[in-house]
């Protein structure tokens, strides 16, 4: 695996330092097993990527979490609306798998019981019996239903216990098949609320969300916590955090952290085809000569650093890294494309690592002041992607044990290529010290 150069790797470490000192907060000690922590869509069994592909390449003993996306919370006066919902009954639990993509070499047997995915979970935790999975609810595409939701007592109430009977008690049910109950396929649950008190994919907001979000969190805590009581056993609850100001800032960071194991900060689609000039995508630091204005702040450590100030613990924070890129057109060749105006998004302008390294005809460079941003840029076509490889990825896990954060994030596992490149090399940063 190529590695940052060591005087760029030292700079990095006083960086995170500096960063961490000067919040005038007591810096823990480093996690003696950081966590990593991956998200899974559902939807990619479709493609032919199954649980067991984390275990071919390694990365199952590696991750510490699974966030197995999404369930969907429905909008109002939508059907089954204020409650958790499968987010695809099919490929959650009743699609048959075969023996060839089965973590364990056997096949289900086709019949009305736990299939699919869920029971391919299941299987991995068996094989790997640290690594825990926690249902993630909302998501961008069905964040519509959680201002409702979490607008009353009562409603709080019955959203959480729907959720916490489905994927904590185990009772899964498809209206229109068969219903299974097995309990133990998830060890907690992810909230991603997109976003509260803020447009996301829909405006279904409310100036009341700040608060009620918070409660809504602490219900949650409640009855997992009943369950503990019940079964012994310890349930994890996390957020997905935004790491954008306008949206972090609706947030009781301070207050809510005190409801969750630990919170997935999205420091991800920081620039995207959406701006008119190409752009790090993710960057570790806002780099001092960075021209754009809106760049100042936008960045990892400067979200992270916003995130201490306000009150949660660095040990709680897990810090996102993506396992895909962006990409803009008509982008001229000055200064290799960095910084530069674009005519538009590329024709993939958002597109998974696998994807990205097989490119040809671009050539790859790095900005060590925001932190070995790479990007790769092709002069006669004029297009540039912004995304993270190995060398990137290991210098944000140095950040991230520098920092003394609680560990890594990344969306998603699928954007690996089959090797598990990205995660082996977060893993490795993360263990360098």
């Known amino acids: 695996m190529k590695m940052p150069p060591v005087a760029v790797i030292f700079v990095l470490s006083l960086f995170a330092l500096a960063s961490v000192s000067s919040q005038g907060q007591h810096r823990p000690s480093s996690p003696e097993h950081p966590r990593m922590v991956g998200y899974l869509p559902e939807w990619m069994i479709y493609s032919g990527y199954y649980p067991k592909n984390l275990a071919v390449n390694g990365s199952a003993k590696q991750l510490t979490h699974i966030l197995y996306a999404f369930s969907n919370l429905p ?9 958790c919902q499968l987010g695809d009954p ?17 096949a289900d047997p086709n019949t009305n019981g736990l299939q699919g995915n869920f029971n391919q979970l299941l299987k991995l935790k068996k094989k790997y019996p640290n690594l825990r999975v926690l249902i993630s609810i909302g998501g961008w595409s069905w964040s519509a239903g959680f201002s409702a939701a979490a607008s009353t007592d009562a409603s709080r109430k019955a959203f959480v216990s729907s959720c916490v009977q489905t994927f904590i008690a185990g009772n899964f049910s498809d209206p229109l098949d068969y219903s299974v109950t097995q309990a133990g396929v998830f060890d907690g649950i992810d ?8 447009c996301g994919n829909t405006c279904s907001y409310s100036p009341n969300d700040t608060e009620n979000f918070t ?3 602490q219900e949650f805590r409640r009855q997992l916590d009943a369950m503990t009581a019940v079964t012994h056993k310890q ?37 995207g085809a959406w701006n008119n000039y190409a752009d790090h995508a993710a960057p570790l630091f806002t ?5 754009i204005a809106a760049d100042k702040g936008n960045s990892m450590a400067g979200a992270v650093t916003a995130y201490l100030k306000a009150g949660v613990p660095a040990q709680k924070i897990n810090a996102g890294i993506p396992f895909y890129g962006h990409g803009w057109v008509g982008v001229p060749a000055k200064n290799h494309g960095l910084y530069q105006s674009a005519t538009g998004g590329a024709p993939d302008d958002q597109a998974n690592y696998n994807v990205l390294k097989t490119l040809t005809g671009f050539n790859s460079y790095y900005d060590p002041l925001s932190g070995m941003a790479h990007w790769i840029y092709s002069p006669s076509t004029q297009t540039f992607y912004s995304y993270d490889d190995d060398v990137t990825v290991f210098t944000k896990a140095l ?6 954060l609680g560990g890594a994030m990344f969306w998603d596992v699928t954007g690996d290529d089959t ?8 893993y490795a940063g993360l263990q360098t010290w």
């Open 75 to 83: 909008a109002p006066d939508s059907p089954g609306a204020g409650t």
């Open 90 to 106: 099919w490929a959650d639990y009743e699609v048959p798998v075969s023996a060839a993509d089965s973590v364990d070499g056997v």
């Open 191 to 198: 909230i991603d609320w997109e976003y509260p008190g803020a």
């Open 215 to 217: 409660l809504l969190m």
């Open 235 to 271: 349930y994890d609850l996390s957020i997905a955090a935004p790491a954008g100001q306008d949206d972090y800032s609706l947030i009781q960071l301070g207050e809510i952290q005190k409801s969750l194991t630990f919170v997935n900060l999205m420091t991800y689609d920081l620039n």
């Open 287 to 291: 780099a001092p000569n960075d021209p």
């Open 399 to 404: 950040y991230i044990r520098a920092a003394h």
């Open 419 to 426: 090797e598990g490149t990205l995660l082996h090399s977060v």
